[in-house]
């Protein structure tokens, strides 16, 4: 489990096995999308920000899976919606990726990038592109995505959209 990585000189810390299944546990709960369990654990100062061995926060994964209320939970807490796992992946991207709308609204109305491009310079426009997610597609623009942005392949969202036959968002932003 990660939370952050420790400045170049720090001795590094272990935990012991009593965190790590505690650490576990809440990972577990979010992925169940058991916001009631969780809520008393964050009441009670659990932190909102782990991050697993792959680099997936805690808010990520309740994105992903589409879990509202255990994100909206996370939120309330502190969790950090702009934050990529060790793939570049935002929890804005993987609501995109996964066509959940109200997940994409809470995670921009939280303070994420709309753009909140991973180091490969992938937009959560280019992820809602290649899977033809229209309204996921168009939110964005709307709040202010730009359809011209390149990745580090040097394609656009447009690109992506006709790379994966999705026709809807290649008509989309076609238009645009």
């Known amino acids: ?34 916001a009631d369990a969780l809520r008393p654990l964050l009441e009670k100062g659990a932190p909102s920000n782990f991050r697993n061995q792959r680099g997936d926060s805690l808010i990520m994964l309740a994105a992903y899976h589409g879990h509202l209320d255990t994100a909206r939970l996370l939120l309330e807490h502190g969790a950090d919606p702009s934050v990529c796992n060790d793939m570049g992946q935002t929890p804005l991207a993987g609501a995109a990726y996964k066509g959940n709308v109200p997940m994409v609204e809470m995670m921009l ?25 229209v309204e ?21 969202a447009l690109d992506y959209a006709r790379t994966m036959g999705a026709a809807d968002t290649t008509e989309l932003l076609a238009a645009e």
């Open 1 to 34: 489990m990660q939370t952050g990585s420790p400045p170049a000189g720090s001795p590094v810390r272990t935990m012991d096995q009593e965190t790590l299944d505690f650490i576990q546990g809440m990972f577990e709960l979010v992925r169940a999308g058991n």
């Open 109 to 133: 109305e939280h303070g994420t990038s709309v753009e909140s491009p991973g180091p490969d310079g992938k937009t959560a426009l280019m992820f809602a592109a290649m899977f033809n997610r």
């Open 136 to 156: 996921i597609a168009r939110l964005l623009i709307d709040k202010g995505a730009r359809t011209d942005a390149v990745d580090s392949k040097g394609m656009t």
